[in-house]
């Protein structure tokens, strides 16, 4: 079993309230907009770090985190994740058909600041966008998810919300 938190756009932004929940984890995703290459090095320096980049990332960034979309295993779970990838039903052409070629259990997104986990029956796998972790953005509310993976399955799906 593998203990996962999942979070994005934290646009420089990785504090004590962030940590807290994420301290019982073992390894952290990130959907893009880090906002700087420190912010990437303190996450890195706490948990073990997966990321892609997003639109706000700069050269340094984009320098360690090259991909913008990224395929995985974690836990005989296959997954994948962007920043820009829309939802189901709305999937970018581009990563739409990526989807379809690598049949992921889990699809991970960014970028909206909206917090949605919904179960996409049309392609089969558990979509997840964890909303916005960082502290600025139009969004009011801070959120991350934790989420259990084991013998392929995500379960135990939990979400921290903080109000900015």
Same mark, same amino acid.
């Not at 992921?104 to 916005?132: F, M, Q, R, Y």
């Given at each position: 079993?593998?203990?996962?938190?999942?979070?994005?756009?934290?646009?420089?932004?990785?504090? =004590?309230?962030?940590?807290?929940?994420?301290?019982?984890?073992?390894?952290?995703?990130?959907?893009?907009?880090?906002?700087?290459?420190?912010?990437? =090095?303190?996450?890195?320096?706490?948990?073990?770090?997966?990321?892609?980049?997003?639109?706000?990332?700069?050269?340094?960034?984009?320098?360690?985190?090259?991909?913008?979309?990224?395929?995985?295993?974690?836990? =005989?779970?296959?997954?994948?994740?962007?920043? !820009?990838?829309?939802?189901?039903?709305?999937?970018?052409?581009?990563?739409?058909?990526?989807?379809?070629?690598?049949?992921?259990?889990?699809?991970?997104?960014?970028?909206? +600041?909206?917090?949605?986990?919904?179960? =996409?029956?049309?392609?089969?796998?558990?979509? !997840?966008?964890?909303?916005?972790?960082?502290?600025?953005?139009? +969004?009011?509310?801070?959120?991350?998810?934790?989420?259990?993976?084991?013998?392929?399955?995500?379960?135990?799906?939990?979400?921290?919300?903080?109000?900015?």
């Amino acid at each position: 079993m593998i203990k996962v938190g999942i979070i994005s756009d934290t646009h420089s932004s990785f504090d =004590d309230t962030l940590k807290r929940f994420l301290e019982p984890v073992d390894v952290i995703w990130h959907a893009g907009d880090i906002g700087d290459i420190q912010t990437a =090095d303190l996450i890195r320096s706490f948990k073990p770090l997966v990321a892609v980049y997003g639109n706000i990332d700069d050269f340094a960034v984009r320098s360690v985190f090259r991909d913008e979309v990224v395929a995985f295993e974690a836990e =005989d779970a296959k997954v994948m994740m962007t920043h !820009i990838g829309g939802y189901p039903g709305r999937y970018r052409g581009g990563f739409r058909s990526k989807i379809v070629s690598y049949r992921p259990d889990i699809v991970v997104t960014g970028h909206s +600041h909206i917090l949605k986990v919904i179960w =996409d029956d049309a392609l089969n796998h558990l979509h !997840i966008n964890p909303g916005a972790a960082g502290n600025s953005g139009f +969004h009011r509310v801070r959120t991350a998810i934790r989420l259990k993976i084991e013998d392929g399955r995500p379960f135990d799906l939990e979400v921290g919300e903080w109000i900015r």
